[in-house]
């Protein structure tokens, strides 16, 4: 069965932290995502990469950073995380153009 | 930019059918995709459409017409589980299968 996991399903930091988000996919995926989803916004793309070490700014890419050292891990880092950043993670991989992505459950991150 | 626009909201009986449109504004389209959400849960890929037409996966089908940026899915014999929200979302050029979703529908189904 096809699995995307993550580290965190609640996480609670202090702004001015450094945040790591978690991604793991076992489908052997060459594409990975990381969104955000806010109330009324739907989910919006942060980073996504399409093979090892590569990667690509999505729509909001400002505060974040990523890392893909190995295929099956993507992580999402937050270099100082601030309060407008509360809100749920969604991590999703990918391996066609078949418009199907497959998400992990998702952490709620909320910075106070 | 790039933008999808749904409607908010949709409430609709069980048994019954429904339909939820999508507009796209986007450069370098390659195809529309359809997820549902219910409360608390991941995202779950329903549908895609790279070409015109109806595409039908049992219960829920999705249509796509290029010529007038507009897709829509459609939901019948509407069963209380299918309450939960639906987002369309288009496939880019570019490759990656990168998405671009919509802000989502909330889809209430009642007694």
């Known amino acids: 069965d096809v699995k995307v996991t993550q580290s965190s399903r609640y996480l609670v930091k202090r702004t001015g932290e450094k945040v790591f988000l978690e991604c793991v996919q076992d489908m052997d995926h060459e594409n990975m995502f990381w969104y955000r989803q806010d109330p009324g916004l739907g989910l919006r793309l942060i980073y996504f990469s399409y093979d090892v070490k590569m990667k690509e700014k999505g729509d909001i890419p400002e505060g974040y950073s990523v890392s893909r050292e190995k295929k099956e891990r993507f992580s999402l880092i937050l270099e100082s995380a601030s309060t407008n950043q509360t809100s749920m993670y969604l991590c999703?991989?990918?391996?066609?153009?078949?418009?199907?992505?497959?998400f992990g459950p998702g952490t709620r991150l909320t910075v106070t | 930019g790039q933008s999808l626009e749904q409607p908010s909201e949709v409430t609709a009986v069980e048994g019954a059918i429904v339909q939820i449109n999508c507009t796209y504004q986007?450069?370098?389209?390659?195809?529309l995709s359809w997820y549902q959400q219910h409360d608390g849960g991941a995202p779950t890929f329903l549908s895609y459409n790279a070409l015109d037409g109806l595409e039908e996966t049992g219960r829920f089908s999705s249509f796509l017409s290029r010529s007038d940026s507009y897709g829509y899915l459609l939901l019948q014999e509407l069963q209380m589980k299918d309450s939960a929200s639906y987002f369309c979302?288009?496939?880019?050029?570019?490759?990656?299968?990168?998405?671009?979703f919509g802000t989502g529908t909330q889809l209430k189904v009642e007694l």
């Open positions: 999703a991989s990918s391996s066609s153009q078949a418009g199907e992505q497959y």
């Open positions: 986007t450069s370098g389209f390659y195809g």
């Open positions: 979302a288009a496939i880019l050029t570019g490759g990656g299968n990168k998405l671009t």
